[in-house]
């Protein structure tokens, strides 16, 4: 009866690493994708502010346009 249960406490044993190493590998390779993930939500997000500055910018441009639209019509008239 003895020899079994050592058999016993070596499958165990044998199970409770297996499964130990099987968690540290798959944490492992969470934390890998997780991060990966995280470098491209960065990417995005800085396209993203980037993408809120040119549209800033060409608010500006516009208005500036159409203020120069209007200098060229005040001048037009006023030389008629």
Do not use: C, F, P, W
Not at 63 to 79: A, G, S, T, W
């Amino acid at each position: 009866m003895a020899t079994e249960i050592i058999v016993a406490l070596i499958g165990l044993g044998g199970s409770a690493i297996g499964s130990i190493i099987g968690i540290v590998a798959s944490t492992k390779l969470t934390a890998y994708r997780i991060e990966q993930l995280e470098k491209k939500v960065d990417k995005h997000n800085n396209l993203i502010e980037r993408t809120y500055q040119l549209e800033k910018r060409v608010d500006v441009i516009n208005e500036k346009i159409k203020v120069e639209n209007h200098r060229i019509d005040d001048l037009e008239r006023n030389d008629q």
